[in-house]
T-cell receptor, first 114, second 114 residues
């Protein structure tokens, strides 16, 4: 049973560029959440997708956008990159309506903005 | 009110000892409290979780103690092993239709000395 997968593993961009990160949820899961984890910090919630719609959003600017596809996979897009966007970006999947709200995380994508 | 405060920031324990990490929250609407373990370069992995209708949950060497009136919960690792050396995060979320947004603590870096 494949867990949550993310691509790419690492990414280096320069300020002002745009980036797209990808996530495939755990088999049987239909909800995808994205988190940003700065070095030495806990993950911060960016947004959550369910049924191809953004269901919840954290305190992140509109430069951060996402998409969910019919097969439940998801993309995170960040425009006009800033140095402060350098972080580990984590994708987590879960099952909508599951009573325990258990989220399983992928290995993350390490984004470095120069 | 959405914060989860975690302490200590770092912890050194001898092999075989007990590791204790504490978390406190303010929002009484939180109804799910997971603990995650994260190794360097990896995504967080769910360790154990509890709901506020029970005061304690034990899984192997890991125990969550929950004090609803004090709005505090803690993770106890019994017989700590060098392989337990990792960063531990407590988290909290609100279930229901808007469920799944995890609020993380700042993390505790645990080092178990042989």
């Amino acid at each position: 049973d494949a867990g949550v997968t993310q691509s790419p593993t690492h990414l280096i961009k320069t300020r002002g560029q745009q980036v797209t990160l990808r996530c495939s949820p755990k088999s049987g899961h239909d909800t995808v959440s994205w988190y940003q984890q700065a070095l030495g910090q806990g993950p911060q919630f960016i947004f959550q997708y369910y049924e191809e719609e953004e269901r919840q959003r954290g305190n992140f600017p509109d430069r951060f956008s996402g998409h969910q596809f019919p097969n439940y996979s998801s993309e995170l897009n960040v425009n006009a990159l800033l140095l402060g966007d350098s972080a580990l970006y984590l994708c987590a999947s879960s099952t909508a309506g599951h009573s325990t709200d258990t989220q399983y995380f992928g290995p993350g994508t390490r984004l470095t903005v120069l | 009110q959405q914060q989860v405060k975690q302490s200590p920031q770092s912890l050194i324990v001898q092999k075989g000892g007990i590791s204790i990490i504490n978390c406190a929250y303010e929002n009484t609407a939180f109804d799910y409290f997971p603990w995650y373990q994260q190794f360097p370069g990896k995504g967080p992995a769910l360790l154990i979780a509890i709901r506020p209708d029970v005061s304690e949950k034990k899984e192997g060497r890991f125990t969550i103690s929950f004090n609803k009136s004090a709005k505090q919960f803690s993770l106890h690792i019994m017989d700590s092993q060098p392989g337990d050396s990792a960063t531990y995060f407590c988290a909290a979320s609100i279930g229901g239709n808007q469920g799944g947004k995890l609020i993380f603590g700042q993390g505790t870096e645990l080092s178990v000395k042989p």
